[in-house]
């Protein structure tokens, strides 16, 4: 065992459908554990982790919600580590909506467990399952003095310019009922860009860029001079980009369609948005993009599914180029899709030909499997893949927290 094991960070991430955790040293960036929950609710759940370099892997049993796999996290893998967690200081808990109220990372209290209770409604599949976990490691681990500290994905969007967060509605539903765009993903957001200053040699507070984030969720945010100017996600992270269930941008009169003409509930319009549409409603077979990746030539569904999500990208990459001040330093591509799928950048860098934009298909094709680089050509406007570390962001916000 490492003997300046101290000053750890335990990093947890609950999802809507899984849960990530780490414990890690953020000064030093070395990871001691790491794991993650998949198909939470489906008919078996899994459970990988990584420990000091050993890998494991179990089925946690059927239809397992997030109470009963955090117990399983607590009680199978990190009990098991005394070592490691009695050097564990705090615990950094992603919370993707701050609402109206909290704008940075805190050390939660009641008065911030209450904040993010009063957001559940602009992030009705995030804060319940984060406040779950806050709730349940609290309990755990109390007495032994770790601090814990919320982590919001809208942090990074409070210097949005009213131009990007208003929408074109009655100017007091934005006064009286907080209703804006709050952005997500903002750690993930922040990380990259803070990556490619160090790629580039460039000041962070002059750096023009555009991140993509496509995972699960997806969203592309415009960075300049360092501060993030317009995001696609909005109210809640339904808006924007095609995602894995979520259907990004809608007419908002499709809901009332649906409402009006098809007798749909409110609660299920909102569960096809949400669970049912985005590449598993076009596709009408799956969410996954390894599925579309490796169908993409051969079904009409994988190719439909693929082009759209490509042409609503590439859209968004274009209009975001409006707000770079004439000088472009990159633009980034990460998460689960974005670092491993060359097909899909390949196809929406295509469609930016007119904005000098070249990919370069050897480079693109070797940057996968979490690895960081150029894919672009020499004359092209630079494009890079850079492998995201929301564990790792976390921990380090939460160790300044605890530090201050
Ligand atoms: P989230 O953190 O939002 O749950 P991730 O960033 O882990 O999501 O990305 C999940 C997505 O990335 C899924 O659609 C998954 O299929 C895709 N993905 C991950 N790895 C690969 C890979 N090697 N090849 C193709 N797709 C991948």
Request: charged share 20%.
């Amino acid at each position: 065992m490492d003997k300046k094991l101290n000053n750890l960070i335990l990093v947890l991430n609950c999802g809507s459908s899984s849960i990530k955790f780490a414990i890690l040293n953020p000064d030093n960036e070395k990871k001691y554990l790491s794991g993650l929950v998949e198909c939470l609710f489906l008919s078996e759940t899994y459970i990988k982790w990584e420990c000091l370099g050993i890998k494991y892997k179990k089925k946690i049993g059927s239809h397992i919600g997030h109470e009963n796999a955090l117990n399983f996290i607590i009680d199978q893998v990190l009990s098991e580590q005394q070592d490691i967690l009695k050097n564990v200081i705090g615990i950094g808990h992603r919370v993707v909506h701050g609402g109206i109220k909290i704008k940075k990372s805190m050390l939660i209290d009641k008065n911030v467990i209450k904040n993010i209770q009063d957001a559940v409604s602009f992030a009705p599949l995030h804060n319940p399952v984060n406040l779950i976990g806050i709730k349940i490691l609290i309990e755990n681990y109390t007495s032994l003095s770790k601090k814990n500290v919320a982590v919001f994905d809208t942090s990074f969007y409070q210097k949005m310019p009213e131009t990007s967060f208003l929408y074109a509605i009655p100017y007091n539903f934005y006064t009286k009922h907080g209703i804006r765009r709050y952005g997500a993903h903002g750690t993930s957001h922040q990380y990259v860009a803070h990556k490619i200053s160090v790629i580039l040699n460039k000041k962070f507070s002059s750096l023009n860029i555009i991140t993509c984030h496509l995972g699960n969720g997806a969203s592309i945010s415009a960075i300049c001079k360092g501060i993030c100017v317009d995001t696609s996600m909005g109210l809640t992270p339904l808006e924007g980009l095609v995602m894995g269930t979520r259907s990004g941008d809608i007419d908002p009169s499709i809901i009332f369609f649906m409402n009006k003409q098809l007798n749909m509930s409110i609660d299920e319009i909102q569960m096809i948005l949400t669970k049912k549409s985005g590449l598993l409603g076009l596709s009408g077979i799956s969410s996954d993009f390894r599925y579309f990746e490796k169908n993409y030539n051969f079904k009409n569904n994988a190719k439909r599914s693929v082009d759209i999500f490509c042409h609503r990208l590439s859209k968004y990459i274009a209009a975001y180029t409006t707000l770079m001040e004439n000088r472009l330093d990159a633009l980034i591509f990460t998460g689960g899709i974005g670092e491993n799928v060359p097909l899909i950048r390949e196809l929406t860098l295509d469609r930016l030909s007119l904005l000098n934009f070249k990919i370069n298909i050897e480079l693109n094709f070797s940057t996968i499997g979490g690895r960081s680089g150029l894919i672009s050509t020499c004359t092209s406007r630079p494009v890079f893949v850079i492998a995201t570390d929301e564990e790792l962001a976390i921990a380090k916000e939460t160790i300044n927290i605890i530090r201050k």
